[in-house]
C-alpha cells in the first residue's frame, strides 16, 4: 500500500521555469536520489530526518507538488524555498545592474526569465556529494555516489519511479564500512572527510538555517572541507547567488572562455567577476545556459581504481 499523498501548489511571482530552476540539484543523470520521469520531477531525501518522495510537475501558472511518506507535511512547507521563491532577481535585472553584464549574460537572462536559485535547506545532502567530487573525475564521483546509494539506501515511500532511491541517513553512512568505501573507488581521504563531517550531522543540519556566510565558516572548521566543497554545498542547501566554487577544475576555464575567449586561472576567473559580486553565482548560471563550451585542451583527470590499490 503507497503512502497517503499530501498536496501544494505553487504559484511564482513573474517568470518560472522549474526544470532550469531545479535541474542544478541534480548529479549528474545517474543520481539516485533525483529523477525526471513521465513530465515530473521525483526527489528522494529527508525532511527533518523523516523520509519523503517529492513529484514535482509544471502546470500552467505554476507548480504541482506532491509528497509521500512521513516527512511529507515538512517536505510541503520548505517548497518554496526549494522552487526559489526566495532568490530575488530585482537589483540583477535592474536597467543599472543590466547595463554592467556581457552582452552573452543579458542575452541569457532575457531567454531565461524564469531561472531561480533553489535552496533545499539540507545541508548533509548537499555535502555528502560534494565531498565525493572533491579532486576526481565526475565519472569517478558519480559512480561512486551512485553505488553507495544503491547498496545502502532504501526504497523511498509511495509511488515512486523504479530506481529512484534514499540516501542513507547521516548514522547510516557512519555504518559502511572501509571495505565498501574502497570498493565503490571512495579514497581514504574522501571518506574520512565525511566522517568527521557526519559525527556532527547535528550541527550541520542546523547550518541550513544559517547565514550562508557563517554556514561556509562552520563548514570549513571540518578538516578535508574547503572553500570548493563549502561554495557547491551552499549554491544548493542556501540558493546563495554569490558561491564561487573556487579550485574547481574546470570551472575557472570555462568562465574565461565565456567572458575572455581564453582559459584563465582561478585568480584571473575572480576579477572577471569581481564586478558582479553579490551576484556572482547568478552570473555564472547564466554562462552556461548561454551554451558556452570551454574547448577541452590537454591531458585530463585519470579514474583511479581503488580496488585495486
Known amino acids: 500500500m503507497h503512502a497517503s499523498v499530501h498536496q501544494r501548489f505553487w504559484r511564482p511571482a513573474g517568470a518560472y521555469s522549474l526544470n532550469a530552476s531545479i535541474g542544478v540539484l541534480r548529479r549528474s543523470s545517474s543520481d539516485p536520489c533525483m529523477l525526471f520521469h513521465e513530465g515530473a520531477w521525483w526527489l528522494a531525501f529527508r525532511a527533518s530526518g523523516n523520509a519523503v518522495s517529492l513529484r514535482l510537475q509544471a502546470i500552467e501558472g505554476g507548480v504541482q507538488a506532491k509528497a509521500f511518506g512521513p516527512g511529507a507535511e515538512t517536505a510541503l512547507e520548505a517548497l518554496p524555498a526549494l522552487l526559489g521563491e526566495n532568490d530575488d532577481w530585482k537589483e540583477f535585472d535592474s536597467a543599472t545592474f543590466q547595463s554592467s553584464l556581457p552582452p552573452l549574460v543579458r542575452e541569457a537572462r532575457r531567454r531565461n526569465p524564469g531561472v531561480r536559485l533553489p535552496a533545499t535547506g539540507r545541508v548533509i545532502d548537499s555535502l555528502i556529494p560534494a565531498v565525493l567530487e572533491q579532486k576526481v573525475t565526475g565519472q569517478e564521483a558519480f559512480r561512486g555516489y551512485r553505488l553507495l546509494i544503491r547498496w545502502y539506501g532504501s526504497e523511498p515511500p509511495g509511488p515512486a519511479p523504479t530506481g529512484l532511491r534514499l540516501a542513507p541517513s547521516p548514522e547510516e553512512w557512519l555504518k ?101 559580486r553579490g551576484h556572482r553565482q547568478r552570473v555564472v548560471r547564466l554562462l552556461y545556459l548561454s551554451g558556452t563550451v570551454k574547448e577541452r585542451h590537454g591531458p585530463r583527470m585519470s579514474v583511479r581504481d581503488y580496488r585495486k590499490i
Do not use: C, N
Open 176 to 276: 559502511i564500512p572501509s571495505w565498501d568505501w574502497h570498493r565503490a573507488g571512495v579514497g581514504p581521504q574522501r571518506s574520512d572527510t565525511l566522517m568527521r563531517a557526519l559525527k556532527r550531522s547535528t550541527g550541520l543540519a542546523r547550518l541550513g538555517q544559517a547565514e550562508a556566510a557563517a554556514a561556509s565558516q562552520a563548514l570549513q572548521s571540518i578538516p578535508g572541507i574547503g572553500v570548493w566543497t563549502a561554495a557547491e554545498v551552499l549554491q544548493h542547501s542556501h540558493g546563495d547567488p554569490d558561491s564561487i566554487a573556487v579550485g574547481d577544475y574546470h570551472l575557472a576555464g570555462f568562465v574565461g572562455t565565456a567572458l575572455t575567449g581564453t582559459p584563465v586561472e582561478d585568480d584571473r576567473m575572480l576579477e572577471l567577476l569581481e564586478p558582479w
